[in-house]
């Protein structure tokens, strides 16, 4: 059974920092692309990043580009998302997704298993 566990959300200031984790287990990690997407209350889940199955490609949604950073660990099974100068237009409720195949990519509907979802709040 597949599960996908995020952590690391919480309140922060704009301009300041966060960092996302998240926890696969069963599946042979290496063999997924990973991506992260957002969904603020009332609109469409959106992309914010991927990582291709080895981690040497990452994909960044402009609107984060410079700011966010994606990077993964195969021995440990994890993805995480730095986030930088946040901006209260980055609150949203954060998911981790999977994706058979090493190739990353921007689509939701491209992926296979979801986390639960960690909220992220940027005070102005």
């Known amino acids: 059974q597949v599960q996908l566990v995020e952590s690391g959300g919480g309140l922060v200031q704009a301009g300041g920092s966060l960092g996302l984790s998240c926890a696969a287990s069963g599946l042979t990690f290496n063999n997924y692309a990973m991506g992260w997407f957002r969904q603020a209350p009332g609109k469409e889940r959106e992309f914010v990043g991927s990582?291709?199955?080895?981690?040497?490609?990452?994909y960044y949604a402009d609107s984060v580009k410079g700011r966010f950073t994606i990077s993964r660990d195969n021995a440990e099974n994890t993805v995480s998302l730095q986030m930088n100068r946040l901006k209260p237009e980055d609150t949203a409720v954060y998911y981790c997704?999977?994706?058979?195949?090493?190739?990353?990519?921007?689509?939701?509907?491209?992926?296979?298993?979801w986390g639960q979802g960690t909220q992220v709040t940027v005070s102005s």
């Open positions: 997704a999977g994706r058979r195949g090493a190739a990353a990519h921007a689509t939701k509907e491209r992926y296979d298993y």
């Open positions: 990582i291709s199955g080895t981690g040497g490609s990452t």
